[in-house]
């Protein structure tokens, strides 16, 4: 079995807010490096194995070129052409997987599945998305905010919509940054109190009462991957719950709107929100790689001193 000395980053709980602060302060510097074009190479012969059981564009994006910008390799695997599809223990590809490179990021369904990979890992593991988390997402929209607005604590984040795993991140989030977040998800598609330990939320029943003076507006799409056969369902139920230009108009004048995409218009948020001003879509993706590659080098560095 893996080492519990390991320090993996399998949901935004696993770091404390000094660790948090250390990777921002870290992400700041990389973005800085990769925009004058400095080559930085801190991880040469390192190897970032990714292991995909769900679709994606940023997140395989974002590592695969962030781990080449660090001067290692990344390796791409999904369920189709690994053995994963072919019945073998996660528990297993976790051991044969974390003997052949230094790092892992893996992309899955249940969060007890990454869980268990980690256990057998002798590399730290990485987060990519699980049915319950998306905490690299979560970490680049709170980058996001304080480029645009400066520190998040104290500010108030509706979130609108389905209870899903940027929910519970944001949750998280909440709880080590010391904000708060209005919550507004219909009727049969209620948080999960066994994901929830703050008390750093208020729930509504109206998605426009939760947007009330809130700084961040937030979004995310209605059906997430792997509860599709839902799709019809949830269309009828989260009528109502479109972010538009009304809904914005009960936030903050300098309120942000976020959304991780990718975004459906015209079902969770309207293209006058999404394309218009407020939006900062566009930055949340790009710092996908900045945050990710900051986290990447404090997980095989550590706290290092570079500028
Ligand atoms: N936001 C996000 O994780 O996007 P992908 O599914 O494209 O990776
Ligand atoms: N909640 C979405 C996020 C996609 C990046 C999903 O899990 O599909």
């Known amino acids: 079995p893996g080492s519990k000395a390991i320090k993996h980053f399998l949901q935004f709980s696993d770091f404390s807010l000094d660790e948090f602060e250390y990777v921002i302060e870290r992400a700041k510097v990389i973005k800085r490096k990769f925009k004058a074009y400095e080559v930085y190479h801190p991880l040469v012969d390192r190897t970032l194995v990714m292991v995909f059981e769900k679709s994606s564009t940023r997140t395989r994006l974002s590592f695969e070129a962030g781990m080449h910008q660090l001067g290692g390799a990344a390796i791409y695997l999904n369920t189709r052409d690994s053995q994963l599809g072919r019945g073998e223990p996660v528990e297993d590809a976790g051991q044969v997987m974390s003997r052949m490179c230094d790092i892992i990021m893996v992309r899955t369904f249940g969060q007890e599945i990454i869980e268990r990979f980690a256990a057998n890992s002798r590399v730290p593991v990485i987060n990519g998305l699980t049915n ?7 970490l680049a929209d709170i ?14 984040v509706a979130w609108i919509g389905d209870a899903n795993n940027m929910l519970y991140s944001w ?5 080590v940054f ?6 507004s998800t219909p009727k049969g598609y209620d948080i999960d109190p066994s994901l929830v330990s703050t008390q750093r939320y208020t729930f509504f029943d109206n998605p426009s009462d939760a947007c009330e003076g809130a700084h961040l507006v937030n979004t995310d799409v209605w059906t997430s991957m792997g509860y599709e056969k839902e799709n019809a ?9 479109i972010v538009d230009a009304a809904k914005m108009g009960r936030a903050s004048p300098d309120a942000v709107f976020m959304h991780c995409l990718p975004a459906h218009r015209g079902e ?5 929100v999404i394309d218009g001003p407020q939006s900062v879509v566009w930055d949340e993706a790009e710092n996908r790689l900045h945050v990710q ?11 290092i001193q570079d500028n």
């Not at 319950?132 to 979560?138: A, D, G, L, S």
């Open 132 to 138: 319950e988390h998306h905490p690299c997402q979560v």
């Open 143 to 156: 980058f996001t905010f304080y480029e645009h607005r400066g520190p998040i604590a104290g500010k108030t």
């Open 171 to 175: 949750l998280q989030a909440a709880e």
């Open 178 to 183: 010391g904000f708060h977040l209005n919550v």
């Open 233 to 241: 369902e949830r269309l009828k139920a989260f009528d109502g719950f």
């Open 268 to 272: 969770e948020v309207a293209a006058e």
């Open 293 to 303: 590659k900051a986290l990447i080098e404090y997980l095989l560095l550590g706290k």
